[in-house]
């Protein structure tokens, strides 16, 4: 947050507070204070303005600046309910709603952090600040819906802003994952459900699975429009140009759009996308869920172009690098991270982030490159230990990643996959019984049964032979469960139309 102009705003109140003091040295403290805040001695300038508080607990503005000065020294805790009582005397005081709304997401009450920054959106609509960290709260919240409205206001005070775009996109594709989910979850067989996991594959350069799922959906819905054009798509993309001009053909022949009955479509073929999602939030039916994923699919499209559009930036190499990661291209994805880190070497995120994408590439000797400069500068980050203990595992070395992965667990104990590689460290280094209950809590994303197979070994050693047969047994029923690799891989076969 730019605090530079708001303080300065800010501190202006200070002067019609003092004259409320009869104190000869209030006016002192006050001075003091201004020019302590004005040379960033935040921590400071808390002596001065609490002393002044203590001397008029009930003005406004003194107990703004001391709210002021206590969330800038990084005394957030004790901010906040000065800012509060602050705000509560003087209901329109801008800066105290802003203070208060930034000193709770600090705190990591994002929840919190709401009600003060909508009121500060609304005593100042255009202040960016103020627009910026409610959006921050909500998408921390996951209320995408109503943190992409501020965005949107932003991208316009701010068209200039990559972080913006970035945000914003990444906003609808929430928004459409989530409308996907509804979808899938009401109505998977759909022709409209099959329809778009036909394009995730696609865009997955699964051509045959797609091609498959299109069939399924035009076999359920001849006239939905799109289908015959993404499987001549297919035939292109896979040499059958005279197979892609029949399923050409048969797009061409399908009815236009009847737009009083299908409204929807015809909004979405105009580019009107907002209204559609607007439009498709009042149905129910499984075309309005189709629709809806569609038109916020397209809008994330709109905003990632804007920020490519941009100069070179953190985010838009971010952008690119998962666009990469997604389709599997794990070396050009790790490339587009560098350069973001470049861009931002003191986001310890975005060096995570290329050190995963470097295990998936199976750079090994990369990956612990990265993590091990990133643990230097930030020991205690728990993301960073976790992952360079599964690399060094990977490189056969039990031994050196133990310590690492107990850090990880010890310092972030919920996730089910730290406990997965400390449970297989301490296996690897023979203490099967040390091994059981961290394996026992990673069975949740025991997604190919390996946990299973690994804590019935654990079983065996430790003499719990019943336990072993059910792991073992569990186990079994994942494996059989799974197509075989290269059945995965090959696909059901392109027929002609």
Not at 57 to 69: D, F, I, R, Y
Not at 387 to 409: F, H, M, S, T, Y
Request: charged content about 25%.
């Amino acid at each position: 947050m730019r605090a530079g102009p708001i303080l300065a705003a800010a501190l202006g109140l200070l002067a019609g507070a003092v004259s409320l003091l009869r104190a000869d040295d209030a006016a002192e403290k006050s001075r003091r204070g201004k020019e302590l805040m004005a040379a960033g001695r935040y921590a400071e300038a808390v002596t001065p303005y609490r002393e002044l508080v203590d001397a008029a607990p009930q003005n406004p503005g003194l107990l703004l600046n001391l709210g002021m000065a206590l969330h800038l020294s990084g005394q957030d805790a004790e901010a906040v309910p000065r800012l509060e009582a602050a705000l509560r005397l003087q209901p329109d005081l801008f800066p105290a709603a802003l203070f208060l709304g930034a000193a709770h997401l600090r705190l990591g009450r994002a929840a919190a952090s709401v009600a003060p920054l909508e009121t500060a959106v609304r005593l100042e609509p255009d202040n960016r600040d103020a627009r910026s960290l409610l959006a921050e709260a909500l998408v921390g919240l996951e209320r995408y819906a109503e943190a992409a409205p501020h965005l949107r206001r932003l991208s316009q005070l701010a068209p200039a802003d990559a972080a913006t775009w970035f945000s914003l996109g990444k906003a609808y594709e929430e928004l459409a994952g989530g409308a996907f989910r509804e979808l899938m979850d009401r109505d998977p067989e759909s022709a409209y459900g099959l329809a778009l996991v036909a394009e995730a594959r696609l865009k997955q350069d699964r051509r045959a699975a797609a091609f498959v799922l299109y069939r399924q959906a035009i076999d359920r819905a001849p006239n939905l429009r799109g289908l015959h054009a993404a499987v001549a798509e297919i035939y292109r993309a896979t040499g059958h140009s005279d197979w892609a001009a029949v399923e050409e053909e048969r797009e061409r022949k399908l009815p236009r759009p009847d737009c009083p009955r299908e409204a929807l479509e015809c909004a979405f073929s105009a580019g009107k996308h907002l209204d559609v999602v607007a439009a498709a939030s009042k149905q129910p039916s499984a075309a309005a869920r189709y629709w809806t994923v569609r038109a916020y699919n397209e809008l994330a499209l709109g905003a990632f172009s804007r920020l490519t559009a941009l100069p070179p930036s953190a985010e838009a190499y971010e952008w690119t690098a998962q666009m990469h990661r997604e389709e599997g291209r794990h070396l050009e994805s790790a490339e587009q991270w560098r350069k973001a880190v470049a861009l931002a070497p003191g986001d310890s995120r975005l060096r995570l982030e290329l050190a995963l994408t470097l295990r998936m590439a199976r750079d090994l000797a990369g990956a612990r490159q990265v993590l091990e400069e990133l643990l230097k500068t930030s020991p205690d980050l728990p993301e960073a230990n976790g992952l360079l203990g599964d690399v060094l595992l990977a490189e056969e070395q039990p031994e050196r990643a133990l310590p690492l992965l107990e850090k990880a667990v010890r310092l972030r104990p919920e996730p089910p996959q730290g406990h997965g590689s400390l449970g297989r460290a301490y296996a690897l280094v023979g203490r099967p019984a040390d091994a059981i209950p961290h394996l026992e809590k990673a069975l949740p994303a025991d997604a190919d049964g390996s946990l299973r197979y690994q804590l019935a070994r654990c079983y065996q050693a430790a003499g719990r032979p019943e336990d072993a047969r059910k792991a073992l047994a569990a186990y079994e029923e994942i494996r059989k469960a799974s197509p075989p690799p290269e059945t995965a891989s090959q696909g059901p076969p392109i027929t002609p139309p």
